[in-house]
């Protein structure tokens, strides 16, 4: 990570900004991983999975770029209930808090009672979702800006 650098976005006050998220390492992670670079990526995701704030706002930044992208979130991103359902169950508990407008308080509480390898599970699968929406949408998002970290 230190050999080499990967322009930043500058993330938006969120909902958790009051929790202790952490919109400078979010938006770090996000550059890395629009670059596709696994190496940064891996190492900022790890550091984002500690901080249960930063955590539950990439899954909140994720899910709104979903609902914007496809007018609504798939069913598969919230259902907690399918032992089947690929997707992490921690990104799922956090979605469904999300959709279901679970109070900051709340959400971060519920994002710092995942066990360390879920939210790191929840944190790849919102980048993921996150970065892929940016580009479906041509990097339009009005509240994201690319600038330089």
Known sequence: MTDHGHEGFEIPP???DGWG???ELLGQLIGAAYDECPSCQEALLTLLAENAPTTAQLVELACIAVRETLGGIPVDLVDAADPDNPVPIGFRRLA???VEHTEPAA???QCAGLPAAERHAAARTA???FVGEMRAAGHGFDDVRRQQI
């Open 14 to 16: 969120g909902k958790l």
């Open 96 to 98: 469904l808090s999300v």
């Open 107 to 109: 959400l971060a509480a």
């Open 21 to 23: 998220a952490d919109t």
């Open 127 to 129: 980048t993921a979702l």
